[in-house]
């Protein structure tokens, strides 16, 4: 945004000299980053149908002001209801790859013959407000983004068995037999990733849904609240 050459463009000719600019340039470049920076995002993983959306829901209706859902994109059709650039960015694989080539997103997969991913973009929308952004991403996904620099807090969500994974997905229905059958048998190498020890902060198993979003807001609230000075008791 701010860089050398834009900021030397608008100072009068006698000022050019880019060694006495160098200073003004670079504390521009650092205030931008932190103003851009905002807070620690939250990224939820886990095997489709382990709830993830459902928590998130709930996480977003209850804290409206304090959370933003990073608008991921797809490749995959829209299902009934589901609205372009709110629950998604549909797109094409043509323009998708054309973006990846031009390095706009932090993280992509391809889940169930469909490519999805998250664009810098995404997350920066919802970091200028000030609001914490939460990335729903594949495994693939997770590994990407713990490459970057952003930081973000990792929480894995797990369903209580596949039996019961295969119960809620064919209750959900929103997939044909062949899809949930693919769902099914990367759930499984899924849960081992989301259990190998190091891979994500905290996995709350999604048994009770009031049990596994209490979980959630209590790791948040624990790991993402500012904490306030104490106050210095040597001032006495
Ligand atoms: N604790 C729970 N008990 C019973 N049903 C649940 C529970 N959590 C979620 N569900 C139901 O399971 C189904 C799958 O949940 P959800 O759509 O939130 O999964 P998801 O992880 O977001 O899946 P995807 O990755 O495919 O979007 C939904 O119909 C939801 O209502």
Redesign the pocket.
């Known amino acids: 945004m701010f860089d050398g050459l834009s900021i030397t463009a608008v100072l009068p000719k006698s000022y050019l000299s880019l060694w006495r600019y160098l200073p003004i340039t670079y504390f521009f470049k650092a205030f931008v980053t932190m103003v851009q920076k905002g807070p620690r995002p939250l990224v939820l993983c886990?095997?489709?149908?382990?709830?993830?959306?459902?928590?998130?829901?709930r996480l977003l209706k209850e804290f409206p002001d304090k959370f933003g859902f990073s608008v991921s994109h797809t490749t995959r059709g829209p299902r009934p209801g589901e609205k372009d650039g709110v629950h998604y960015h549909f797109t094409t694989k043509d323009d998708m790859v054309a973006a990846i080539e031009k390095g706009e997103f932090i993280e992509t997969a391809t889940f169930s013959g469909n490519m999805y991913g998250t664009s810098k973009r995404a997350v920066e929308d919802v970091r200028c407000t000030g609001k914490i952004c939460i990335l729903?991403i594949e495994i693939e996904g997770v590994k990407q983004i713990k490459r970057t620099d952003l930081d973000p807090l990792l929480v894995f969500?797990m369903p209580p068995s596949i039996g019961?994974l295969e119960r809620?997905?064919r209750?959900?229905n929103?997939e044909d037999e062949d899809a949930l059958k693919k769902?099914l048998d990367t759930a499984s190498r899924e849960i081992l990733y989301g259990q190998e020890p190091d891979n994500f902060h905290i996995v709350i198993v999604?048994?009770?849904?009031s049990k596994?979003y209490s979980e959630l807001r209590d790791f948040i609230s624990q790991n993402m609240v500012e904490k306030k000075s104490e106050p210095d008791a040597t001032q006495e």
């Open positions: 886990g095997p489709s149908g382990s709830g993830k959306s459902t928590l998130l829901k729903d969500v019961e809620r997905l209750g959900r929103t769902r999604n048994d009770k849904l596994a």
